[in-house]
């Protein structure tokens, strides 16, 4: 019912030249096998938007963008508005990221807004959430994503449940090897539908697509997802390398 969604973040990497390399040799796999059963994705750097799409939009691949602002336009230096990204074919957008939180200061306010914008513009918002060691340790997980979905979401009243995703991330578990148990990370996915039950209602709940993210691998990638409510996975480092994003995203399901 849900399909499952492998999103690959390629983050600060990969230039133009890098960017039509990579798709050589991911299509060349990828486009010898139907992966209609899932939907595959990535999350080339704004620069590489552009070419990218014009690469794969005869394929099924869709392409994610890594942020978005929430205005259609204005003064915001720095920032890219969710219709630009539209113009670009890009139709998923990751929100909240821990590097943007953690690296760059943005709060749950501002991510909320941006939500609301994307949503509004018709991309799909990519919402991740996750707490840090820290919390985990003091046994703040599920009180830490509950407070950054409900905020993050609270714009979205009756939202189409296929027009919107969570990714639960776990901080310590970003670029660190260490990636969340399949049961670790499953406790918290329950969570995280039960809130969504309690936010809008069962049916909505169970349509919308939660994936782990945070050191995912060729090698652990089939374990996770074989719980109930992974719904897909938020690659960072292993998608850089297409071959290994390949291996991710073909196992079976
Ligand atoms: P990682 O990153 O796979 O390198 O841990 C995941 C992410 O940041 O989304």
Redesign the pocket.
Known sequence: MRQPLFVG?W?MHHTILETKAYFENFLRLLLKHDFSDRTISIAPPFTSLFYAHSLIKETPIKLSAQNAHFAEKGAFTGEISPFMLKELGVEYV?LG???RRHLFGEGDELIQKRVEGVYKAGLIPIL?VGETLNERNEEKTFERVETQIKRALAGLQNPDPEKIVI?Y?PVW?????I?ATPSQAEDVHVFIRKLLEDLYDKERAKKIRILY?????PENVSELMKEPNIDGV??????LDPEKFFKICSINI
Request: glycine share 24%; proline share 0%; hydrophobic share 30%.
């Open positions: 973040n983050k990751i990221h821990s590097e991740c990714a991330e578990a970003i670029g660190t090897g990636n993210g945070g050191s995912v691998t938020l690659v960072g480092g292993a998608s």
